[in-house]
């Protein structure tokens, strides 16, 4: 083979621009080209013919019959849960085949058929990431291991599963709820008991499904070396592919666990908002026939460039250039870690010797505890280690805002909400909102130790002054109080990111409607500290109170009565938005205009208050 020189490292002086304010924001949590007709979809736009599946269901095995599902690679083996939750339950469901050794950093293929019935009862891995505050640990789920992982290397690259839940009392084809979780792109698992379907799958009467995709470095590169010519490969987008990959098998399969494949509401939190937004844009799911989502329900994201918002915002979404310098940094600092080179002139010196074969096989040949120790350690003090869709004009348009306004997208009818008090979740960030330092006196593990041993129900074991500095004090000081900065955090960080794809939208569609989430009845500090801070409306939207990273200083006896009404309200406006396409729900007390209304969710201790503004 010819060898190829390969320029690695010559960026390494540029800025590498807030490409990546991205993973800063949403820790959690050129023109519109559909590049459409020139992209093979083998393996990924079209699904792969069936194997061969025997004729009658084969005999159980540890779960009663009724547990078992067809899936064009092999039977499923599910739980019963309806005496407990009133639900089904499919955990760990392969959609694609590991994407280790010559995989790592390819579009998903299809999994591996199974001959014999396998258990589907347990969630299946974590995809791999650098341990933080939100999850998860050592067990794919909360508990003390996330304060004790912080920093290390947790999940597997063997993560492509998704879950599936259906009520266990209704036969019929039900609406289909397909969720992609948040955290920056580059944290985040299914196994988070506040996404656990069951509640939302029962009072929304429909099928609900999670998706793992491929987190950080893993799932977003821009990598001269890894490019072969095929626009899928070339794109760097895995991890929006891997969505995809899910879509698609939701949309071959779910009809066996009761699903309508007819009718699919793609929804995303954070990082996740902003993938349900880039998957809607691209052409893999605008151009997709059949239809692979017919509803989009994004929390908290956007989708807009530094170009396309007002002076001073903080973009969603990077430009694919302003990736191009981060391979050459992580594989530079790779061969000084891996004791190859000394320094950054003699790294560059020996991949100079390197064809971009032998570069893809060593990147592909090292671990990903490797991996991502490099991206801790040499990265992320240079501000170059977020994560985000990459608009490379093939599988993400150049610019998605350009796309939706020329009409190139999937239009369907979208739901999309925000947090009153967003920016009450980054504390770190506020000199970026005129503030004088960051917000926050506790460091994450003293968060997560607070939160984890927090008795909501007892007297308050915290004060103001304990987390907030005093430059901040009072809270509600006007201009430079904790409130006052939060409150100009959240408008550039997610407000003005809100706009400007509600405004590309609605110049195409009516159909659009939009939530604010305004509940703040936290025991106190707490109801100052966080409010209605971002990511808060996802207990309620999903109605688990139970045991998650937040719930101890969230819930309380006092202001339990009111929390369940607003959360069983909310969970049936979204099974009323995925049934029809309209959010609108009697249980709501009133009548939810379109944009640019939006309808205020939010509840006393003792009962829901829903009101439009």
Known sequence: MKRTRTAVGKSLHRSLPAMLLTALMLAGCGGGGSGSGAIDLSGLGTQAPPPAQ????????????????????????????SATSGTFAWKGVPFAKAPVGELRWKPP???????????TQQFGNACASTGRLYGPGLNNTYDATIGTTLGQTVGSEDCLYLNVWRPAND??????????????????????????????????NAVVVSVNYRLGMFGFMNASSLKNGDPLNDSGNFAILDIVKGLQFVQANIDSFGGDPGNVTLMGQSAGAVNVYAAMTSPLVANAKPALIHRALPISGGISLASELPAGSVATLARASDYAGQW???IVYMVIDDGLATDIPSAQAYLATQSSDQIAAYMRGKSADFVLHTVLTRLAPLGASGSGPIPDGNVV?????AAIKAGKYAK????IGNARDEGKLFPTLFPLAGGTGSARLLG???VFSTAFNYQPDAAPQSTLAQWIPSAYLPVATPGTGFDAVASRLTQLFFGASRDSVAGALASQQSNLWAYSFDWDEEPAPFDSIYGAAHAF???????????????????????????LALSDSMMRSIGAFALKGDPNDTSLGVAWPRWPATLSFDATPAGKAISVR
């Open 397 to 401: 348009p150049t610019s998605p805002i």
């Open 444 to 446: 994450d593990s003293q």
């Open 54 to 81: 025997p004729a009658a269901p084969p005999p159980p095995l540890t779960s009663a019959p009724s547990m078992q599902r067809q899936t064009a690679f092999g039977w499923v083996v599910g739980t019963d849960n």
């Open 537 to 563: 409306d996802l207990p309620f939207a999903f109605g688990n109170f139970g045991p998650s990273l937040y719930a101890n200083i969230m819930f309380s006896k006092a202001n339990e009565q009111g929390r």
């Open 171 to 204: 036969t019929a084809k039900l609406p289909v709820i397909v969720w992609v979780h948040g955290g920056s792109n580059i944290t985040g698992y299914t196994a988070d008991p506040v996404y656990d379907g069951a509640n939302l799958a029962r009072t929304a």
């Open 109 to 119: 293929v299809d999994p591996q058929a199974w001959n014999s019935p396998r258990d």
């Open 328 to 330: 050459g940094l992580l």
């Open 412 to 415: 369907v009818p979208v739901l």
